[in-house]
């Protein structure tokens, strides 16, 4: 009897251990942080959508005016432009940064829980009678 019991034990055990790698891929905290790397793509082009229409009608504006320093301010516009774009960029990287921190930090405790499974297989599997 105590045989039996030990072998439900590990095999409860094992199944734990199997579900928890199976599932690893499809965690929500994962599928979460997916989600707002998507979200945050979404934005840093909608951004970039927007300083690109801008530098357009401003570029479109100095065309149409008649002063002498065109190319000056043809410039000044495709400078701003870079800038905006750059910006841009570099909100989105600073967002996916904090996500990336986030999501090593999930992965970790996923590991974490996985040795202490690991752990707890190894201490029953020991402990076994003879």
């Known amino acids: 009897m105590k045989q039996l019991a030990l072998v439900v034990i590990i095999v409860m055990a094992g199944c734990a251990t ?12 994962i599928a979460s942080l997916e989600e ?5 793509a979404g934005r840093e082009q909608q951004c970039m959508d927007n300083a690109l ?6 570029m ?6 008649s002063d002498a ?3 000056l301010l043809m410039q000044r516009a495709q400078n701003e432009r870079d800038r905006e774009l750059s910006e841009c960029r570099a909100k989105a990287d600073s967002e996916n940064a904090e996500i990336s921190a986030r999501e090593r930090d999930e992965y970790a ?7 202490a499974g690991a752990s707890l297989m190894g201490i ?3 402990t ?3």
């Open 53 to 58: 229409a801008r530098s357009r009608d401003e």
């Open 69 to 71: 320093s065109v190319e």
């Open 36 to 40: 707002e790397r998507q979200t945050i």
């Open 60 to 65: 479109a504006r100095v065309t149409a005016t």
């Open 124 to 126: 029953l599997l020991s």
């Open 109 to 115: 405790l996923q590991a974490q829980q996985e040795r």
């Open 18 to 29: 199997t579900n928890n790698t199976q599932t690893a891929g499809v965690d929500p905290k």
């Open 128 to 130: 076994r009678p003879r």
